[in-house]
Each structure stands twice: as C-alpha cells, then as structure tokens.
C-alpha cells in the first residue's frame, strides 16, 4: 500500500506538469466545496444568507413544522426533485449576490412532500378531523374534483402567509365554498361544514340553542343578515400585478385553463387574484344594513325611484343631479318629529332648500308640497 501512494505520488510530482496539476487542484477543491455548500444549504439557518428571507424563516422556527428542514418540505421526495431543488437554490443565490432578485420569493410544495413516509402519509386514511367549528375530511378534497377543479395540499394550507407558515387559510375555505352562490348560501349547502353553533350566546344571560332549527332546515339567512360578505371576484387589473403583457388579459373569460394553471399545475396563493369573501355574523351596529324589506313593505320605493330616475317605463334613465352628487336624503329632509315610542321621521323642510339655494327656493318647496297633497 505504501509502494502505491509513492508511486501516485511520483506520477503527480514527475508525470503532469505544473498547469496539470494545478487544474486537478481546483477541480478537487470545487468538488468538494460543493460537497461542503450541499451539506450546509440543507440547515434552514443557511437561508438567513438572503435578508429577505428572515420573515419566512421566523414564521417556520414558531410553527408546528419548526422540527422539520426546509428542504424535507421544499424539496420533493425523488432525486430529481432534489437535483432541481439545488438548482434553484443556487440560482436564488447568485441572483440574490447580483442584486437581481425580487423580495418576494415563490415557493411550490409538491402533495409528495407532505404525504412522504413519516410525515402526513396516513392523512387521507384519518377521516374527519375538527378545525375550530368544522369537521374536514382529507381525501375528498384531495382525491376528488372540487367544484371541478383539482386541488393540492397547499390550495388550503397557504405556503407563505406573514405571521404564520404552513397554516389553512380561511379565505380559501369560503371563497370555494360561497363565490357564485346567492348571498347567504353556500356549496353544497349549510350546514354542510359545520352544525349549529355553540358560542352563540356564551356567557351571556340569554343565549340561544340552534339545534333546534338547524334540524328543521331553517336557513342562516332567514334570521341573520350579512352572512357572507364580498363576492370573490377577479379585477382585471388583478392580471397586471403579476403579468406585464398585456396580451395576458384575452385569456381573462377562460376561467378552466386559468385554475388548470395557477391552481392545479402551479401554486398561487387564491387572494392573489380574487377578493375576500368573509363568512360570519357581523357586529352588530344601530342603523346597520337590516334588511327590513323581507317583512315590511317598502314605503319609499316611489321617491327613491324618482329621486335616481330609474324604474321608469320606455324612457332612459334620469337620475337626479343631486342624486348623481352623492346628495343623502338627510340633507333635504331636517325635521325630526315623534319619539322613541312612536318612532322617529325625518320630514322635508324648506329651510333646508334655502339653505343651499337661496330663498328663491322657499316657494318652489311649498309648491311641490301642494302638488303632492292635490
């Protein structure tokens, strides 16, 4: 064994010339920096090298996922998906040392990552789990179509949310669930998520038990107003934040192809693009939107339609000036008369006509008064 490394030994120093060696030298040292920097890149402290991922980090060191590598999630469980998990490492790298890069990274989680061996393989054979007041079954959001839309892990559990990481995005939840529904409504139906609710009442001296009218098929939104606010819509402008062609917006009807691509091949987060439904009661607030009109007549249909010129009969519509000028109703209609018992109006009132106009206008407002009692 001796004799053979003499005899490398004789071969390097006699053999190859100084170029030669030098060459194999800084071929051998690459490799094994390489080696080295493959090793390290592996510990999620490396990827506090990019400043602007000390966000991200943060949130994954306070998660339930903070005993788990970045890469067991980011890269995907084959060698390919390690190969190409390294490529694109090293490209964030030298984009981030030339000054190239973009302070929002994108990141995509393969549904083979999450249901690895060890780590959520059993997940679709679990059943319904409870989160918070729904019980949510895996596999038939995973195995089959929603909605007619193939779904990944991360279409619910959002990769990249400030505070948190890896969490179910509620927003989500009811954007699938509500968009496109009458308002108050939801696919496939309530109580299909969860059953009546519990802390409706808690800890005050009069609570309410839903049971009741759940079992009797009572919708939410016979008693509650403003179930569900917001109706997800895409602006088209929306397109524009990310793609800067232009020619991107004739794609912008074909709704198919565009959750084929950003839901199903790609991951891109569902708010990037639609606005927020939120489900919920709201805070309830005198004067709020009630809706009156679903027990009681609309008394004032006649002078709303007139005051926005609409509801007329073979003519265009006509609204006011005063209504095109955002004028309320309160600023003509100043006298309050009757009490809390008897209720409260707001009648109209010369002075107010006077007040804006002139005086001028004092004997226009009681002629209209006198053309309304005839």
Not at 292 to 315: K, L, N
Not at 355 to 373: I, K, P, Q, V
Request: charged share 20%.
């Amino acid at each position: 064994m001796r004799r053979f490394f003499h005899n490398v030994a004789a071969w390097w120093s006699w053999r190859l010339d100084r170029k030669a060696r030098f060459a194999i030298a800084v071929a051998l040292a690459i490799i094994i920096l390489i080696m080295v920097m493959s090793e390290v890149s592996m510990f999620p402290r490396f990827c506090l090298t990019c400043h602007y991922m000390v966000p991200y980090y943060d949130n994954w060191r306070t998660s339930t996922h903070n005993q788990v590598r970045c890469v067991t999630c980011h890269y995907p469980p084959t060698l390919d998906g390690w190969f190409e998990g390294k490529r694109q490492a090293a490209s964030q790298l030298v984009t981030y040392m030339l000054n190239t890069y973009k302070t929002k990274p994108v990141a995509e989680i393969e549904d083979a990552s999450c249901l690895r061996k060890g780590c959520h393989d059993k997940r679709l054979l679990a059943g319904a789990i409870q989160f918070k007041p729904v019980l949510f079954a895996h596999r038939p959001h995973l195995t089959q179509l929603r909605r007619g839309k193939v779904l990944r892990c991360t279409s619910c559990h959002s990769q990249i949310v400030q505070g948190e990481h890896i969490t179910v995005t509620e927003t989500t939840c009811f954007l699938c669930h509500f968009k496109g529904m009458e308002a108050g409504e939801a696919m496939p139906g309530c109580p299909s998520c969860h059953g009546a609710p519990e802390e409706i009442g808690a800890g005050r001296r009069i609570g309410y038990d839903h049971g009741e009218v759940v079992s009797r098929g009572l919708p939410c939104k016979q008693c509650h107003y403003s179930v569900t606010r917001g109706d997800g819509a895409v602006p088209r402008q929306q397109c524009l934040s990310c793609h800067g062609e232009m020619e991107r917006l004739a794609f912008y009807d074909r709704s198919v192809l565009l959750h084929q691509y950003h839901v199903s091949d790609h991951k891109i987060e569902c708010f990037e693009c639609h606005l927020d439904i939120e489900h919920g009661l709201p805070e309830f607030a005198e004067g709020g939107p009630l809706n009156c009109q679903s027990c009681h007549p609309d008394h004032h249909w006649a002078e709303r339609a007139m005051y926005t010129g609409s509801g007329g009969s073979g003519v265009e519509e006509m609204p006011s000036l005063m209504f095109v000028g955002s004028v309320t109703c309160r600023a003509c209609h100043t006298v309050q008369i009757g009490d809390h018992l008897s209720g409260r109006i707001y009648q109209a009132d010369g002075a107010a006509c006077v007040y804006c106009h002139g005086e001028g206008y004092r004997s226009l407002f009681e002629d209209w008064g006198t053309a309304g009692r005839s």
